[in-house]
């Protein structure tokens, strides 16, 4: 696990979101977790928030309902996130 606190810059995907303009752009993401969103992002898919759980629950990120295909692909199981039109997945890399 990542010392919490620490993050890392990565280039995500992002699409149909009033608040910035379409295409790649640079965030910060949880350190141990940052190599498995820049490849989901890398592999076409849109990721929308992440977290490492800081050592109270699993690593997961929420992901856009276009992406389910790929992230099906990738062998990730998304799942609803709370009455949204977001999709939760689990990160699979082992991060501790």
């Known amino acids: 696990m990542c010392k919490w606190g620490t993050r ?12 910035v303009e379409d295409g790649w752009h640079r965030v910060m993401v949880d350190s141990c977790i940052a190599d498995e969103i820049q490849m989901l992002n890398d592999n076409g898919v849109i990721t929308l928030n992440s ?3 800081h050592g109270k629950g699993e690593p997961n990120c929420l992901v856009a309902e276009e992406s389910v295909s790929k992230c099906l ?3 990730y199981e998304p799942k609803r996130y ?3 039109d977001m ?3 689990n990160l699979l890399k082992d991060n501790k």
């Open 51 to 53: 977290c490492c759980g």
């Open 8 to 19: 890392k810059p990565v280039n995500v995907i992002r699409r149909a979101n009033p608040s």
């Open 87 to 89: 999709l939760q997945i």
């Open 82 to 84: 709370k009455h949204t």
């Open 73 to 75: 692909e990738l062998g």
